[in-house]
């Protein structure tokens, strides 16, 4: 298998008082024509009663930013191959 290009994901999170938020940006494609920008988000809210552990709640927010961000590419690899294919596709995971 030959090493052919490379995408990077940015990954930022927001931490309140009781909630985390993180944002997954990821730029895709090469050349003008093809390049996308996706992103996805994700957030958590911890429970009064449990411990003020700010990691896990953005480890839970990034997982589902992630998770967010792989159904936003499903759906533009949709639309990508119903434009070339000339007929509906629709990816599912």
């Known amino acids: 298998m030959t090493y052919t290009t490379s995408w990077n994901v940015e990954i930022f999170i927001y931490d309140g008082e009781d909630h985390t938020t993180a944002r997954a940006s990821l730029v895709s494609g090469t050349g003008a024509s093809r390049r996308h920008t996706i992103e996805g988000t994700g957030h ?37 191959m119903t434009e070339v294919l000339r007929h509906e596709v629709h990816l599912i995971r």
């Open 44 to 80: 958590t809210t911890r429970n009064p009663h449990d411990a003020d552990v700010p990691e896990i709640g953005e480890e839970v927010a990034v997982a589902r930013a992630l998770r967010d961000l792989a159904d936003r590419l499903l759906a533009t690899a949709s639309l990508d």
